[in-house]
């Protein structure tokens, strides 16, 4: 049974990159095909979805990385996030009722590009 896609299949044989859309995916891939490594393909892919996407990216947004180094099981995150507000503390969450920092909403917001 063949799967259904609206993109396009866009496959290499020595790396892995994907994106929302599929002019960044191929961005990065043609990235690594120049001889790129995974952070020169997340940067072309980043510029290219400011381009494509540009309701849904900028400059100034935010950056959740997993960083895994070939040949190892180490697994580092690179949090690009932002600084939350020094009052949005677990202990103010709980007041307000939650177990946890909300996923969505206003509350969890961050202040995007004050590094």
């Known amino acids: 049974m063949s799967e259904f896609t609206t993109r396009p299949e866009i496959r290499g044989t020595f790396g892995v990159v994907a994106s929302t859309h599929w002019l960044a995916t191929a961005s990065g891939m043609a990235t690594l ?8 393909a997340a940067c ?7 381009v494509v996407e540009p309701h849904m990216n900028g400059p100034g947004g935010e ?3 997993l960083i895994s180094a070939a040949g190892t099981k180490e697994i580092r995150v690179l949090s690009g996030q932002g600084p939350a507000p020094a009052k949005a503390t677990l202990r103010a969450y709980r007041d307000l009722g ?14 995007p590009g004050a590094f």
Do not use: C, K, S
Not at 33 to 40: R, S, T
Not at 44 to 50: E, R, T, V
Not at 98 to 111: A, I, Q, S
């Open 33 to 40: 095909e120049h001889g790129g490594n995974a952070f020169d």
């Open 44 to 50: 072309a892919i980043g510029f290219a979805l400011q």
């Open 63 to 65: 950056v959740p990385v």
């Open 98 to 111: 939650h177990d946890r920092v909300p996923g969505t909403g206003m509350l969890p917001l961050v202040v």
